[in-house]
């Protein structure tokens, strides 16, 4: 059985900072490319980063979306199974509920994890 579990929210400070993290059970996140998801509250939910699979010549490279470029490290850890994503810098509007996912394809979503919530407030 495939499964995501998001961890590593919390409340922070802006300027803070904070790692979130996605365990992966059923799959290889290597084999797959992961993306965090965002959710703000009354938005849409909206791509932060995805990193590429470690096949297909790609061999892990990341995106980013503008919002969170140079700030937000997405990165993948094979012997413990998980995808982290660093967030540095936080600021006010990066509040949401962040959430994992695994696909096919860069920024795809086959499978969910269950979200968890980011906090930035003084």
């Known amino acids: 059985e495939v499964q995501l579990q998001a961890s590593g929210g919390g409340l922070v400070q802006p300027g803070g900072s904070l790692r979130l993290s996605c365990a992966a059970s059923?799959?290889?996140?290597?084999?797959?490319?992961i993306t965090w998801f965002r959710q703000a509250p009354g938005k849409e939910r909206e791509g932060a980063s995805s990193?590429?699979?470690?096949?297909?010549?790609?061999?892990?490279?990341?995106i980013y979306a503008d919002a969170v470029k140079d700030r937000f490290t997405i990165s993948r850890d094979k012997a413990k199974n998980t995808v982290y994503l660093r967030m540095n810098s936080l600021k006010p509007e990066d509040t949401a509920v962040y959430y994992c996912a695994a696909g096919e394809r860069l920024w795809s979503n086959d499978y969910w994890g269950q979200g968890t919530q980011v906090t930035v407030s003084s």
């Open positions: 059923g799959f290889k996140v290597s084999d797959h490319a």
């Open positions: 990193i590429y699979s470690v096949h297909g010549g790609t061999n892990g490279r990341a």
